[in-house]
T-cell receptor, first 112, second 117 residues
Framework: TQLLEQSPQFLSIQEGENLTVYCNSS?????LQWYRQEPGEGPVLLVT?????EVKKLKRLTFQFGDARKDSSLHITAAQPGDTGLYLC????????????FGTGTRLQVTL | GAVVSQHPSWVICKSGTSVKIECRSL??????MFWYRQFPKQSLMLMAT?????????EQGVEKDKFLINHASLTLSTLTVTSAHPEDSSFYIC?????????????FGDGTRLSIL
């Protein structure tokens, strides 16, 4: 059972456009991480958020953790072809031996 | 930054062969490592949690006799797919957690693509 639903599942946009990816759950997480994965490689950690309402920025990427710590969003400003990849959110819970529950994934394609 | 090395990156073998995949944390000690399986265009699914010096904890539905995990040191965990069959073909990814505490991030290897003929 996937506890973290991401939307949209697939997004194809042109360079320079803005986009937002959502990660939603009915469960509370103690931490929420976002990863980006390219074909044939492992996921690369982008950010970890742990406080409800927390906002973190990483250059053109803005991450927000929901106040209730059940959802998160990733906003990309002025997307570039290098942003293309599979974006995965992953939630962690206290007392679960640090296991992560991965979201369903959002595949982003940015074209020139 | 924390580096996790996974080897081999690609394996093609005949049905019935056993295949061993190694996962190493290169610049940190990892008391806990994780093994995931990823099907094409899908997300990662946790198979098992590997704890140094103790038995692995398998997720529901994962056959522990099929997927043998050994975590003999603080920097090495191995996954052996025993008597592999075509349905075992997949992308296997390991991760290692740097440090203690539930909010420490997992660092991932580059994965192993296993193809069983």
């Amino acid at each position: 059972t996937q506890l973290l639903e991401q939307s949209p599942q697939f997004l194809s946009i042109q360079e320079g456009e803005n986009l937002t990816v959502y990660c939603n759950s009915s469960s509370v997480f103690s931490s929420l991480q976002w990863y980006r994965q390219e074909p044939g490689e492992g996921p690369v950690l982008l950010v970890t958020v742990v406080t409800g309402g927390e906002v973190k920025k990483l250059k053109r990427l803005t991450f927000q953790f929901g106040d209730a710590r059940k959802d998160s969003s990733l906003h990309i400003t002025a997307a570039q072809p290098g942003d293309t990849g599979l974006y995965l959110c992953a939630g962690g819970r206290t007392g679960t031996a640090s296991k992560l529950t991965f979201g369903t994934g959002t595949r982003l394609q940015v074209t020139l | 930054g924390a580096v996790v090395s996974q080897h081999p990156s690609w394996v093609i073998c005949k049905s019935g062969t056993s295949v061993k995949i190694e996962c190493r944390s290169l610049d940190f000690q990892a008391t806990t490592m994780f093994w995931y399986r990823q099907f094409p265009k899908q997300s990662l699914m946790l198979m098992a949690t590997s704890n140094e010096g103790s038995k692995a904890t398998y997720e529901q539905g994962v056959e522990k006799d099929k997927f043998l995990i050994n975590h003999a040191s603080l920097t090495l965990s191995t996954l052996t797919v025993t008597s592999a069959h075509p349905e075992d073909s997949s992308f296997y990814i390991c991760s290692a957690r740097d440090g203690r505490g539930n909010n420490q991030p997992q660092h991932f290897g580059d994965g192993t693509r296993l193809s069983i003929l």
